[in-house]
Nanobody, 121 residues
Framework: QVQLVESGGGLVQAGGSLRLSCAASGRTFSVFPMAWFRQAPGKEREFVAV????????YYAGSVKGRFTISRDNAKNTVYLQMNSLNPEDTAVYYC??????????????WGQGTQVTVSS
């Protein structure tokens, strides 16, 4: 089992930045690729970014590429999502996920509780 706890969400103005963190406990963190997803009200959960076990490979959704950066610190059992140039369309609950790989939420076994990000115009 893996427990995931997100933090760092909040309210920010358009053009601003936030850094989300996801702390993992349980099974060895470094064996898992890690991902971020988000879900806006009335919409399906969508893929944001994924990072490989060693941090050497990353992949982003087109809507966030160039603005968001996923990273991880295996010594701290933590994955991060640095979000820059935020716009109101980025408003959503952000979730971290483990136990899978790729852009489909169905492939992931473990999920955090989510953290709300709200971007005002």
């Amino acid at each position: 089992q893996v427990q995931l706890v997100e933090s760092g969400g909040g309210l920010v103005q358009a053009g601003g930045s936030l850094r989300l963190s996801c702390a993992a406990s349980g099974r060895t963190f470094s064996v898992f690729p890690m991902a971020w997803f988000r879900q806006a009200p009335g919409k399906e959960r969508e893929f944001v970014a994924v990072i490989s076990r060693d941090g050497g490979s990353t992949y982003y959704a087109g809507s966030v590429k160039g603005r968001f950066t996923i990273s991880r610190d295996n010594a701290k059992n933590t994955v991060y999502l640095q979000m820059n140039s935020l716009n109101p369309e980025d408003t959503a609950v952000y979730y971290c996920a483990a136990g899978g790989y790729g852009s489909s939420s169905r492939l992931y076994d473990y999920w955090g509780q989510g953290t709300q990000v709200t971007v005002s115009s």
